[in-house]
Structures are given as structure tokens and as C-alpha cells.
């Protein structure tokens, strides 16, 4: 029914103005007590064989909604009723922006795919941070914050404006996520290279722990699909150094390579999500994999579009997977047939847990 409804309804509609109604839609039924029991208890089965333990965290299962569907914590009891085992929210700068002008956000429907230049468009860390204090959580379901740059700080100053928004974030964030890797907020990227990398995430993990003394927020960082192998590794390598909890492989992309869609669409600017990324995405997990091992955890997202892409991820060593543009093509249900098959190919497997299969496929004996 849902992509009958896409194509008549959704379709037609401005992307940006179609999530903004999503949303509300999702916020409205989780307002509704009775309504909302329903809808969980038919949208969000729980599997046991599925539960997860992942960043000192205990979650129903290992499949998450990436950031940038919920920027400003508005929705997270909304998610979690459709069935997400974490919700990411943010991006969050330390200051509120407005992001790029509109139209910043296109679907590539031939291609399973989308193109943003949203911009880090939020309410600022401050009013995030408020409103999650103020949150009485209806279902339980972990909670992560991603941060990133403040559009109009010069690169040289970024350590401080991260510091910024996880002093007043971290207290409220199950995990914290430090993003270098969106292609549209100028430099960003830049802070990818591990000579810039390094003081940002030493100063931020300083930071959550003055500003959360009792307890170790996990801190994590999300990398772009577009590094170098050999920038994948360096990343890597720093991350087990400094003792990071794990690494979100991988963001958006800029490159354009084979897709269907019209050039009109295609020659966009901005991060290309969706189904496109499966292939690269899926080999940067595994090269992480093969450098850091059971270490630190890995979140596998970009291009996950069902059980089976879900199930590689665990297999290529994902502790956790993550997705996005699926959910706007697939709608309410994806979740429900996520985990159901997940499920049963954790069953048909020859693993006796979830666990046991991440990153699998790494330990085979060649015949």
C-alpha cells in the first residue's frame, strides 16, 4: 500500500515539505496513547534473538534510523513506535541555522536514492539539549546525538564550537557522534585528516567527560564513503589509538557514478544517499573490519535497503546498521520486515546469536 501511496501522494509532493508532513504524521499517532500502543505493538515486533549490546548499551535489536530524518529530537517516541532500535538525531550545530536555501532536497526515485544540500539545518545545540531534558520518553529506545560545525566558524575555531554543543548535549545522549563528514558545510571535510582529527575528538571526549562525570558517554565518529583506502585506515588507526567507542561508516557521497536518474537531478550538488552507496559503503566497513577488529564498534549505513543488506552489514563486522533514504521509499513497514528478516536468517544461519555473526564473513577458512 505505502508505495502506491508514494507514487499518488508523496511523489508529487516537495521532499522537504513531504517529510515535514511525515513527521507530524508520526508525532501526531505517538501523541495518542491508545492509538500509539497499536501501532508499536503491529510496526515493532520484538525478537529476542535480536537483542543487542553495543557501546555499553542494551538495545531491542542492531537496526537504527541514521541522523538527519530527526534533527531536532522532535519525533524520537514517534521512531521508536515504528520500530527503530536506536534513533540518531541531529546533525546539531552549537548555534541554530538556517542551513541552504531550498530546494535542498531532491529525490532520484530510478535510483533509490537522494541528494541533499540541506546544510546542518537545526535549532542549535542549546534548544535541542532543552528538549531532550524535557522528554518523558514513552518508549524506551537508544538515543544518539550527532554534532557537527556551526556553518559561519572558521575550521580553525571548530574544536571549540564541537566542544560547545557537547558540553551541553552529552548528559542527554545515550552516544555522541562527532560528523566531519557532510559535503555541505564548507571545510568540514577537511577535519577528516587525522592531523585535524585528532585535537577535535581529544577535546571532545575531554569535553563529555566534564560535562558527565558519572558515566562514559560513547563517543563516536562518521566518516564519508569518498576518503582514500589509505584515509580509511589512518582514521582507523587514530580511532583505536584515542580509544574512541566507534566509527559510523559512512555518510553521504558526492560522486555521481551510475546512476539512472536525469542529468537535471544527478548534476544536484550535495550528498547522494540511498542505494547507490551499498557497494562502497559495504567495502569501507569491511576494511574498517579488517583494521580494527572486535575493538571498537562499527554502525554500518549507506545504501541499507532491506533484511539482506542489514544481515551483510553484520557480517562484514557492523555491530549496528543504520538507515535513511530507505525508510522514505519503503515507508511505516520497513522496520517490521527489517527485523523479521533478520530474524530469520540469524535462524537459518549457522550462528547461534546476533553476535556471533558480526564480521563472520572475515573469519572463513578459504576451501
Same mark, same amino acid.
Given at each position: ?40 505493538? =503491529? ?118 564550537? =564541537? ?11 545515550? =552516544? ?32 563529555? @567527560? ?15 564513503? @569518498? ?81 539482506? @543488506? ?18 522514505? =521509499? ?38
Amino acid at each position: 500500500m505505502y508505495p502506491l501511496f508514494f507514487r499518488l501522494f508523496f511523489r508529487r509532493m516537495d521532499p522537504e515539505a513531504a517529510h515535514r508532513l511525515a513527521v507530524g504524521w508520526i508525532r501526531l499517532v505517538a501523541g495518542v496513547p491508545v492509538l500509539r500502543t497499536f501501532v508499536a505493538a =503491529y510496526l515493532a515486533p520484538r525478537f529476542k534473538e535480536l537483542r543487542t549490546e553495543a557501546l555499553g548499551l542494551r538495545m531491542h535489536g542492531p537496526v537504527g534510523l541514521a541522523a538527519g530524518f530527526d534533527k531536532n529530537a522532535v519525533a524520537i517516541d514517534g521512531l521508536a513506535m515504528l520500530g527503530f532500535d536506536h534513533v540518531e538525531i541531529g546533525t546539531v550545530t552549537a548555534q541554530g541555522q538556517p542551513g541552504n536555501p531550498p530546494r535542498r532536497l531532491f529525490r532520484l526515485v530510478a535510483d533509490r536514492a537522494l541528494i541533499n544540500r540541506m546544510g546542518f539545518n537545526n535549532d542549535g545545540s542549546a534548544a535541542v539539549a532543552a528538549r531532550l531534558a524535557a522528554r518523558r520518553a514513552v518508549f524506551r529506545t537508544t538515543v544518539g546525538v550527532n554534532i557537527g560545525k556551526t556553518k559561519t566558524v572558521p575550521e580553525a575555531e571548530a574544536a571549540a564550537d =564541537y566542544v560547545t554543543s557537547t558540553e551541553r548535549l552529552a548528559a542527554h545522549a545515550d =552516544y555522541l557522534v562527532v560528523n566531519v563528514s557532510s559535503p555541505n558545510t564548507p571545510g568540514l571535510r577537511n577535519l577528516q585528516a587525522t592531523d585535524a582529527l585528532r585535537p577535535l575528538l581529544t577535546a571532545v571526549r575531554a569535553a563529555a @567527560d566534564r560535562a558527565v562525570p558519572d558515566r562514559r558517554v560513547p563517543l563516536l565518529v562518521k566518516i564519508a564513503p @569518498d576518503l582514500a583506502d589509505e584515509d580509511v585506515d589512518a582514521v582507523a588507526d587514530l580511532a583505536v589509538d584515542l580509544g574512541l567507542d566507534g566509527i559510523i561508516a559512512t555518510n553521504t557521497t558526492v560522486s555521481r557514478d551510475g546512476l539512472r536518474s536525469p542529468q537535471a537531478l544527478t548534476a544536484e550538488t550535495g550528498g547522494l544517499s540511498g542505494a547507490p552507496l551499498k557497494e562502497r559503503s559495504l567495502e569501507v566497513l569491511r576494511r574498517l573490519y579488517a583494521r580494527v577488529g572486535d575493538r571498537i564498534t562499527l554502525v554500518g549505513v549507506g545504501g541499507v535497503e532491506d533484511a539482506e @543488506d542489514a544481515w551483510q552489514r553484520i557480517l562484514a563486522g557492523a555491530t549496528l546498521v543504520q538507515g535513511y533514504s530507505a525508510f522514505i =521509499y519503503r515507508g511505516p513497514l520497513w522496520m517490521r520486515s527489517v527485523h523479521k528478516g533478520l530474524a530469520a536468517r540469524l535462524a537459518a544461519s549457522p550462528y547461534a546469536t546476533l553476535a556471533d555473526a558480526v564480521g563472520a564473513e572475515s573469519r572463513k577458512v578459504p576451501a
